[in-house]
């Protein structure tokens, strides 16, 4: 039974893929060996479906309303920026939205699932157990009792997501990098880079998750490949913590970098990713003469779910 609430059309013409820049990061001296750092400004494309979260989702609308669906399910955790992306570009398309999040109702909503609801998503608290199964169930009769849905896995994981995602790369000419970093949650963003980038780029990708182990063959099942190219590198060190996780150090070092680039980032994913690249630069990782492209992948909003005061942007 579909709820009662009317559907809150909101116009996507100002999701501007023209607004999207590559911004050089001033170092003031830092960098060494040639080395340059640049920023593919996703974020500033829309305000909620930001970064990657567009590009993953648009196949998979395509599909849902060619199919005759007016209603989309799809997983999430409390600070997942895939939810509130969701929930906004259903509403969009004149779609209702349902959303499957992971572990219990919290006693305070983060941000990332009042403006969910607020978009009039239908939110469903699952134990972990449960919301491991479900978010492999696919279409089946498990799912079936949240209604007649089009079903967008968790993430936007999948070969229609991953066609999105590989779309970012022919937004404007990347041609010129020698290497490509992205921070990486289900796979599907750098399954997408991986798929468009050029032999001769290489790409890395910084888990934003701890003991993610496995990552490395979720990417390869997307690639449909065996083993995952040698131009990958998947890197596991920069999660401070885990999944949504941050430390003081990092925040500080959020401040400090948006004081020196004017650039935001999210301490979810886009923050981890800068700060592993600065860290790997100086610790040598890439070679002389390297041109780095970070992808920003959006998703500022969960910085709202930070203390006020923490971040100075």
Request: one cysteine or more; a positive charge; glycine letters at 10%.
């Amino acid at each position: 039974m579909k709820p009662s609430f009317l559907v809150k059309v909101i116009n996507l013409a100002h999701i501007d893929i023209n607004n999207v820049s590559i911004e050089s990061i001033e170092s003031g001296g830092k960098l060494s060996r040639d080395i340059t750092i640049s920023v593919l400004r996703l974020d500033k494309i829309h305000p909620v479906i930001s970064g990657n979260k567009w590009f993953k989702l648009k196949y998979y609308l395509q599909d849902a309303k060619a199919k005759g669906y007016n209603s989309i399910l799809t997983f999430g955790g409390a600070f997942s920026n895939h939810i509130a992306a969701t929930a906004f570009a259903a509403s969009s398309q004149q779609l209702y939205s349902t959303g499957i999040i992971r572990g219990e109702a919290p006693g305070s909503w983060s941000h990332t699932l009042l403006e969910a609801k607020a978009n009039g998503m239908q939110l469903y608290f699952v134990s972990r157990e449960e919301y491991n199964v479900l978010k492999r169930a696919g279409d089946s009769t498990m799912l079936k009792k949240f209604g007649n849905n089009y079903t967008i896995p968790e993430g936007g994981y999948g070969a229609l997501g991953m066609k999105g995602a590989a779309d970012i790369l022919k937004i404007v000419d990347t041609s010129f990098f020698t290497h490509i970093v992205c921070a990486v949650g289900t796979g599907t963003t750098i399954a997408g880079i991986i798929k468009a980038a050029l032999p001769q780029q290489h790409i890395t990708g910084i888990s934003a998750m701890k003991n993610n182990t496995g990552l490395s063959a979720e990417i390869s099942a997307l690639l449909q490949v065996d083993s995952l190219p040698a131009n990958f590198t998947l890197n596991h060190d920069y999660h401070f913590g885990g999944y949504a996780k941050y430390t003081t150090e990092l925040l500080c070092w959020m401040n400090d970098f948006f004081s020196a680039s004017r650039i935001p980032l999210d301490f979810v994913y886009t923050a981890k990713a800068m700060y592993g690249i600065m860290d790997m630069v100086a610790k040598d990782y890439f070679p002389p003469g390297s041109k780095i492209l970070m992808i920003h992948t959006g998703g500022l909003q969960g910085n709202l779910s930070t203390k006020p005061g923490l971040l100075k942007f």
